[in-house]
Nanobody, 116 residues
Framework: VQLQAFGGGLVQAGGSLRLSCAAS????????VGWFRQAPGKEREFVAG?????AYADSVKGRFTVSRDNAKSTVYLQMNSLKSEDTAVYYC?????????????WGQGTLVTVSS
């Protein structure tokens, strides 16, 4: 599975962005897909993930929505009410359902910068 994340950019606090993670290769629908982020000087952290259901980090609940379109082999991360602390490089990862994200296929990151 090859993944490509895109959609990052510069946005003002309170604004919105939608990230996309496009996959190619094996059957995409059987993979759990997650979004992680890494801010400068910080460790990479889980943001959201989706297989049949979605899961979110507490810091983004109510603001971010993850969804998938298996026909397009794409997973989206809709980010609303963005805060400066959401500034990070965002990565998507696809892993066989039941496996750890650390065993998955990672895409290159896309930078999100939120200006206050």
């Amino acid at each position: 599975v090859q993944l490509q994340a895109f959609g990052g950019g510069l946005v003002q606090a309170g604004g919105s962005l939608r990230l996309s993670c496009a996959a190619s290769g094996r059957t995409f629908s059987s993979y759990t897909v997650g979004w992680f982020r890494q801010a400068p000087g910080k460790e990479r952290e889980f943001v959201a993930g989706i297989m049949w259901n979605a899961a979110y980090a507490d810091s983004v609940k109510g603001r971010f929505t993850v969804s998938r379109d298996n026909a397009k082999s794409t997973v989206y991360l809709q980010m609303n009410s963005l805060k400066s602390e959401d500034t990070a490089v965002y990565y998507c990862v696809a892993t066989p359902t039941g496996s750890s994200y650390s065993d998955g296929y990672w895409g290159q990151g896309t930078l999100v910068t939120v200006s206050s």
